[in-house]
């Protein structure tokens, strides 16, 4: 409803984040995509840091929104070797997942948004999942030199229980600059929860570029930027 030009991607089956760069930037090629603002939320956000990083002598990525993420895949990397995933049964993959998604003893758009990641979840299939906790579990890290010179906005949850404050602190020492978006009540999927609010983030990180050529709205429907 307002003129934003959006295309949500639910990744293909990738077992490295280098490949799953290549298979989104094979996506914007087939539609002509050049230039990107990025929203990625839990392991969406570390791989369209990833994906910043990776294309940077070529830029594609004008700017980045960064949801409950992070910046470098330690914290998930410690006790399991990424190969035990190939051979886990999707019910143990899927426990693990679960388990990791709090139990929310309130009712509401945060209850409502936890039931249906859990029935998200339940629907993805073996691969998907193996491939997703194999890339998060290989150690990496974002070069965060390569991104400074983005507009960067974070949005975060104060009531997040997957995404530590060391985990927070490490991403804010990795982007300094960068506008912050705090919530006091959104849980692990503010996007969800917490909709209004996240999207009013999004409309101010995006108002720096109204009527420019950067600009993501539709020419009929682009705000006048006072």
Known sequence: SKGIRVLAVEGPVCWSEGRWCTSFRNLLYHFNIDKVHLFGAGLGGYLAQKFSEITFRNPMVISLLLCNTFSDTTSYSKGRMPSVYYMMPSFALRRQILAEIPSVSTTGHMADSVDFMVEQVEKIDRSTLASRLVIRSTR????????????ITIIESFDDPGTTSTIQEDLHKCYPDARKGQLKSGGPFPY???????NLYILIHLK???NTKLSPYEKSTEPVNE
């Open 140 to 151: 990496s890290y974002i070069e965060p030199q390569r991104l400074r010179h983005q507009p």
């Open 192 to 198: 969800l929860s917490a909709a209004h609010e996240v």
């Open 208 to 210: 720096s570029f109204v």
